[in-house]
Antibody, heavy 118, light 110 residues
Framework: EVQLVDSGGGLVQPGGSLRLSCAASGFTFTNYWMTWVRQAPGKGLEWVANIKQDGSEKYYMDSVKGRFTISRDNANHSLYLQMDSLRAEDTAVYYC???????????WGQGTLVTVSS | QSALTQPRSVSGSPGQSVTISCTGTSSDVGAYNYVSWYQQHPGKAPKLMIYDVTKRPSGVPDRFSGSKSGNTASLTISGLQGEDEADYYCWSFAGSYTMVFGGGTKLTVL
């Protein structure tokens, strides 16, 4: 059974850092792109970043470029999102997702809430 | 990376059909056959309903169908059921391995 378990969210002050993790199981992790998507409270979904199977290519939405870093540990079937210089507008539930292509995502984690507030 | 345009809400009675539109540009929806649709119930993770414009994953009822014309993709739900009430999002490849979502549509089953 495919499972993605998101963790690492919490309350952080503006300008602070947080590292999200996504533990994958039930599929061959190295065969898939992986993606982070976020959803601010009461708002829609927003694509954040993608990473290729071997980690050699990474892509970001404009507003997080230079602040967020997506990475993966294929040996441990894990995906990460290092978030630095956090802003109030980064407050959201963050989901990891298994991605084809990147064309679409067929399995999603349960999400982890990040709150940026003083 | 501007969001794709979806109607904020649509509604229909049980058994009826509804269509949700998703309008982008010639750089995203119009350029690639890589539009997918997601259903999201409150407090839950999104669920893939349609991918590559028209394809349906295993387990998704054939009441759900997708199409595209020019820069606009559409999701049609026929034979509406109560459990279809949810938020629906379109998502398109936008070139250079970036992706863009629609703003979301709330479907109400009357």
């Amino acid at each position: 059974e495919v499972q993605l378990v998101d963790s690492g969210g919490g309350l952080v002050q503006p300008g602070g850092s947080l590292r999200l993790s996504c533990a994958a199981s039930g599929f061959t992790f190295t065969n898939y792109w992986m993606t982070w998507v976020r959803q601010a409270p009461g708002k829609g979904l927003e694509w954040v970043a993608n990473i290729k199977q071997d980690g050699s290519e990474k892509y970001y939405m404009d507003s997080v470029k230079g602040r967020f870093t997506i990475s993966r540990d294929n040996a441990n079937h894990s995906l990460y999102l290092q978030m630095d210089s956090l802003r109030a507008e980064d407050t959201a539930v963050y989901y990891c997702a298994r991605t084809f292509g990147p064309r679409y995502s067929d399995y999603w984690g349960q999400g982890t809430l990040v709150t940026v507030s003083s | 990376q501007s969001a794709l345009t979806q109607p904020r809400s649509v509604s229909g009675s049980p058994g009826q059909s509804v269509t949700i539109s998703c309008t982008g540009t010639s750089s995203d929806v119009g350029a690639y056959n890589y539009v997918s649709w997601y259903q999201q119930h409150p407090g839950k993770a999104p669920k893939l309903m349609i991918y590559d414009v028209t394809k349906r994953p295993s387990g998704v009822p054939d009441r759900f169908s997708g199409s595209k014309s020019g820069n606009t993709a559409s999701l049609t739900i026929s034979g509406l059921q109560g459990e279809d009430e949810a938020d629906y999002y379109c998502w398109s490849f936008a070139g250079s391995y970036t992706m863009v979502f629609g703003g979301g549509t709330k479907l109400t089953v009357l």
